[in-house]
């Protein structure tokens, strides 16, 4: 059969019909893709088109709405959400109405693995373990401490590590390298005990392994109906029940971590300034070992996620921007450092400090991804926000930290690029950036304690590697951020790693 001939005119008059056609079905699909809420269902439809990319998802409708948008589920889950990534709510959320909006019952729920710690606690049980907290991390021999245990972790396990990954022409996944190295730290400094899990041989570690099962279910939590993942819980079944497996694993390990510390404070023989060292010496701190237990498990799970998540988006930002990583050996190359044995340079955090475009890439870094990417507080009483948004007690409310860093309202038309001068004034110092527009460390009263560690942490691990490795990202992977509470990547940092011959 032959095709139809069409003339000339109306071949015109086709062409813009086809065209507009065509741009109708493209509007449908993006109302599909962005649209939240749809009648019975709420957001089901858009969520289920959008589960491989919700964080990028939430950032497009939050720039599309001005910054706000309500969330609902369907209609018999009593999912109602408010989601923000505007300035003037945030620091009406987190600061200048700070008592209105709590943690809340459900979040303890959620959260369970974490007890009722600092994360966890409202009220006058926040009040007394964050001050507690505070006081720990502010004393100078726990500031050096940090310092100290980071230098030898560095000289002692990351460079021969990263030394015998070299030698063997190993490709290694960056992030579970980060991971384990971070977690080994923060092990140290939260109860003076090196669990080694940084080794070319990846071993096995139950309480890591617990404490990764903890923060997924977390998610899995977050992103489901509470009457479904209570009935599993219940019912002992999938999630639920290798998260009950891992927490007798995770509370047994911590349990013999806490006798054995007593036990060698009483004989003498443990001068170490740890955390729970220091909570022990401390007459106004309980001594029950559940509160032990939530205090060295709240300080365990924030020092590692977010060094961890940090500095791999780091080395993923400086494959991606050659000059960034000239710029900062650059810097590096103008301050003292010492020698290892082998010839590798280690810089310490007094030596690193005044390195201004060195901070600002790794801050910028935290701008695009943030450790914690959401924030999640509930409603005690109606309020309308300075939007101008009405919120209730039956909703819940979730701030987000990604979809911030992406605001052209926030940062600009060049948002998305990673351009760390955008951080440094024109005098060459610093800029100050609100908490409440840079949320990477969260604002207000609950603004993170631990935050001028996390950056001492990773400025010394990153100086180091930068300075005596080069990395080369594996093509053809998909880096991506994962469904996570923590902005993990879903496929790891695959890398080849070789000596840096020359700065």
């Known amino acids: ?15 813009p019909c086809l065209l507009l056609f065509f741009y109708y079905l493209y509007n449908i699909y993006l109302v599909f893709r962005l649209s939240p809420n749809w ?24 720039q599309l709405e001005n910054g706000n948008f309500y969330l609902r589920g369907p209609w018999f889950s009593g999912m109602k959400l408010f989601v923000t990534a505007d300035p003037a709510n945030v620091h009406h959320i987190l600061t200048q109405n700070f008592q209105n909006y709590p943690k809340g019952d459900e979040f303890v729920e959620i959260f369970e693995a974490l007890g009722h710690g600092v994360f966890n606690s409202d009220g006058q049980l926040w009040r007394f373990q964050r001050e507690k907290l505070q006081l720990t991390m502010s004393q100078k ?67 890591a392994q617990a404490v990764d099962d903890a923060t997924a279910t977390i998610f899995f939590r977050i992103s489901r109906p509470s009457a479904w993942w209570k009935l599993l819980k219940f019912l002992q079944f999938g999630q639920e029940k290798r998260t009950a497996k891992s927490r007798v694993v995770g ?31 401390d007459e106004n701190i309980p001594n029950s070992n559940k509160f032990l237990r939530d205090s060295v498990v709240n300080f365990l799970v924030a020092g590692r996620d977010t060094n961890s998540s940090g500095l791999s988006w780091f080395f993923w930002a400086l494959s991606q921007n050659q000059k960034t990583e000239e710029k900062i050996l650059h810097e590096l190359s103008s301050v003292h450092h010492s020698t290892t044995l082998e010839g590798m340079a280690i810089f310490d955090q007094e030596e690193l400090e005044n390195l201004v475009y060195f901070k600002a890439a790794l801050l910028e870094t935290l701008r695009l991804f943030p450790p914690v990417p959401f924030n999640f507080k509930s409603v005690l009483k109606p309020d309308i926000l300075p939007s101008g948004s009405g919120v209730t007690p039956d ?64 400025k010394m691990v990153a100086a180091a590697m930068v300075y005596n490795f080069c990395f080369q990202v594996v093509e053809g992977q998909v880096v991506a951020p994962a469904l996570s509470i923590v902005l993990h990547m879903k496929n790891g940092l695959m890398v080849r790693v070789r000596r840096r011959t020359s700065i």
Not at 184 to 189: P, Q
């Open 251 to 281: 509370e047994r390990f911590i349990a013999e971590v806490i006798e054995k510390r007593k036990r060698e404070m009483i004989e003498g023989r443990h001068a170490c300034p740890d955390l729970l060292g220091s909570y022990l010496c």
């Open 141 to 207: 021999c726990f500031c050096t401490f940090i310092g100290k245990t980071t230098q030898e972790k560095i000289e002692n396990s990351l460079l021969p590590f990263l030394s015998e990954t070299v030698e063997r022409s190993l490709v290694i996944d960056l992030q579970d390298m980060f991971s384990r190295l971070s977690f080994d730290m923060t092990c140290i400094l939260a109860f003076g005990t090196d669990l080694g899990s940084l080794s070319t041989d990846f071993p096995a570690v139950p309480f």
């Open 395 to 458: 909703m819940k409310i979730i701030p987000s930290a990604y979809a911030m860093g992406r605001m052209e309202t926030i940062w600009g038309k060049d948002c998305m690029e990673f351009k760390p001068e955008r951080w440094i004034s024109e005098s060459g110092t610093l800029r100050h950036v609100p908490s409440h527009k840079f949320l990477a460390f969260n604002a207000g009263p609950r603004t993170c304690l631990g935050k001028s560690m996390a950056l001492t942490q990773m």
């Open 1 to 15: 059969m032959a095709w139809p001939s069409l003339t000339y005119t109306e071949l015109i008059l086709y062409i």
């Open 39 to 62: 009648p019975l269902v709420g957001m089901l439809p858009s969520l289920l088109a959008n589960s491989d990319r919700v964080h990028d998802w939430l950032a497009e409708i939050l």
